[in-house]
């Protein structure tokens, strides 16, 4: 048998496994495990060992709620992996992904997020387990907001001190991610603890999803009444995580009875989320770059045509929105003060449940993907686009091209569960394509900052269109924008 892999980081000795070529280690600890005393703190350093550490075995899921969530064993929540081509080697770029799951869920350890395809395309690939839901994105008294992000700037910096003993380059680390994840690396390009961390970012269904320190409070206050306990991490310290978790998947489902007060925050099934809190997260990104209070980096901004009909499937809901869920769709989010009428007079023939479709993709996804890339174009950045309009082949095609659907294809995992429930056991040649093409985007972009199609300027807007036939074209589309023009992708706040 031949010799594991081992690898020194700063903090120890670790070993891993060989998979074919690939060396391969999971469940190293970038962090503390952040319970006891440290729960709902920022992360810890971990602390070195003598001897080897065995890597071989994924970190146990942190805590989540929602319909998605994964059963949580072990409280070694901070944990992430790494899949290398070459451990010898030095200087291969490295991308490190950050997983989505609406801040409540998801884990690095999803099959969709196998590494294999990317690590055989010359990626040091490195996936993150960060803290979510209540543990994460809770605003609770005596410690800071938006844990999750702390647990990814940890990450980061995990990264810049080991990923040469991996054989990867730290002044080439991509960061990427999708839907949360997307959000969560918006977020990062406006914090200063995260400069340098990064040079290039990938960004997939970026969410509009952020909300006032006000909102946070009652949702906090809201959250720990069902408890029995103070909105503060000493009286929540003493909850179990899981119940506090099952508690936040109940709360999420009382969310559209509270639309009166809550506003937006009511229609999205997710009660907690980023928060402006001032000191962790000052702005939104999209302010933030516009107004030149951060730079610009090379960006990879994409999301699929389709978002919203996967939460439509979710929920069960697929063929059922009426006229008054429409109407309330069109008040809440298309853009003030007169963009429920602009959207009816642009899709005059559009029924009350595509009309329902179109606003919500847009404005929790496609609006801020684009806004995103604009503003970081404003910020000496370069921007690149596309939007995936190939249709989920399974089920009939009633997914359409859904939100998520681009994860498998980025990744190259179609026979992973995720890939097999939106593609089928066999997928089509076409989507095949897809695959590759969006892949190679992935893997062009991360060595040299180019995914081999045109940059979004403000001359020549255009997007990779991703399909049975992939094209470059003007984008968005005329009626998007004069819809969302004077769109201001602003925190979500109490009515």
Not at 258 to 286: M, N, Y
Not at 432 to 449: D, H, I, K, N, P
């Amino acid at each position: 048998m031949p010799e594991q892999p081992r690898a020194r980081t700063a903090e120890g000795l670790v070993e891993g496994f060989w998979r074919g070529e690939h060396a391969v280690f999971r469940g190293i600890s970038y962090a503390q495990p952040p319970v006891g005393p440290l729960r709902f703190q920022a992360p810890a350093p971990v602390k070195g060992w003598e001897g080897t550490r065995q890597a071989t075995e994924f970190g146990p899921v942190v805590p989540q709620a929602g319909p998605t969530a994964e059963k949580s064993v072990g409280n070694d929540w901070l944990t992430l992996n790494v899949s290398t081509p070459a451990l010898g080697t030095a200087g291969l770029p490295v991308l490190v992904w950050i997983h989505g799951g609406a801040y409540i869920a998801g884990a690095a350890s999803d099959p969709m997020y196998d590494p294999a395809a990317l690590t055989s395309a010359g990626l040091v690939v490195v996936s993150i387990n960060y803290r979510v839901a209540a543990e994460g994105f809770a605003l609770v008294g005596g410690a800071p907001a938006n844990r999750g992000f702390l647990d990814q700037i940890a990450a980061l910096e995990w990264v810049q001190r080991n990923i040469a003993a991996f054989g990867g380059d730290p002044d080439r680390v991509t960061v990427a991610g999708q839907s949360a994840g997307a959000g969560s690396i918006a977020a990062l390009l406006t914090m200063e603890r995260a400069h340098g961390l990064f040079r290039r970012a990938i960004v997939h269904s970026v969410p509009g999803t952020l909300c006032t320190r006000a909102l946070a409070e009652e949702v906090a206050a809201a959250l720990a009444a069902r408890v029995g306990a103070a909105p503060d991490a000493e009286a929540l310290s003493g909850i179990d995580p899981l119940r506090l978790a099952g508690e936040l998947t109940a709360l999420g489902a009382d969310l559209p009875g509270r639309h009166k007060s809550w506003g937006r925050l009511s229609q999205t099934g997710v009660a907690v989320c980023p928060v402006l809190d001032g000191v962790v997260l000052t702005e939104t990104p999209w302010r933030a770059l516009a107004g030149g209070r951060t730079d610009g980096i090379e960006l990879l901004v994409g999301h699929t045509r389709d978002e919203f009909r996967l939460f439509s499937v979710m929920m069960g809901r697929l063929g059922t929105f009426n006229e008054d869920e429409a109407q309330t769709a069109l008040e809440l989010f298309a853009p003030a003060p007169d963009g429920a009428d602009a959207y009816r007079a642009a899709y005059p023939q559009a029924t009350p449940e595509e009309l329902l479709e179109l606003v919500y993709s847009d404005a929790l996804f496609r609006m801020p993907s684009l806004q995103l890339a604009q503003a970081n174009r404003a910020a000496g950045g370069t921007s690149f686009l596309f939007e995936l309009q190939l249709a989920a082949t399974a089920s009939g095609g009633v997914l359409g091209a859904c939100h998520s659907l681009d994860v498998p294809l980025a990744f190259g995992t179609l026979d992973s569960p995720a890939g097999r429930h939106l593609f089928g056991d066999r997928p089509t040649p076409e989507v095949s394509a897809v695959s590759r093409e969006l892949q190679r985007g992935w893997v062009r972009f991360a060595t040299a900052g180019d995914p081999g199609w045109p940059a979004h300027g403000p001359e020549r807007q255009l997007t990779r269109v991703l399909d049975i036939e992939s094209k470059t074209l003007p984008y968005p589309e005329e009626a998007s924008r004069r819809i969302w023009e004077r769109y201001d992708p602003a925190p979500f706040d109490l009515m």
